[in-house]
């Protein structure tokens, strides 16, 4: 709550423009092919894969949904991935 009163303090300062505040809650997950409650997620063991701003409150939000995160593949924000990346964190065959 700290850092988030903070920054809507510096936005706040840099805009005259009102600020909207937004919490992400995941509802489902895909798992093996099949489309799960995210609640499917606990007690799993998961390597967290993401290409985002913040790959830490992506991994945060595993963990909160009781998955145990064993690995971790961070990719840029918004990374263009190469089979080569992607063969890294799901190896074929």
Do not use: K, Q
């Not at 701003?53 to 961070?74: C, I, Q, Y």
């Amino acid at each position: 709550p700290e850092s988030r009163a903070a920054l809507i303090a510096r936005v706040g300062g840099l805009t005259g423009a009102p600020i909207a505040l937004a919490t992400t809650r995941p509802v489902a997950v895909e798992v093996d092919g099949r489309h799960l409650p995210a609640e499917a997620l606990r007690g799993r063991r998961v390597h967290a894969c993401s290409g985002i701003g913040n790959p830490d409150a992506f991994a945060a939000t595993l963990a909160d949904l009781g998955a145990e995160v064993v690995g971790r593949s961070d990719f840029a924000d918004h990374a263009l991935l190469s089979e080569r990346d992607l063969a890294t964190v799901m190896p074929l065959g």
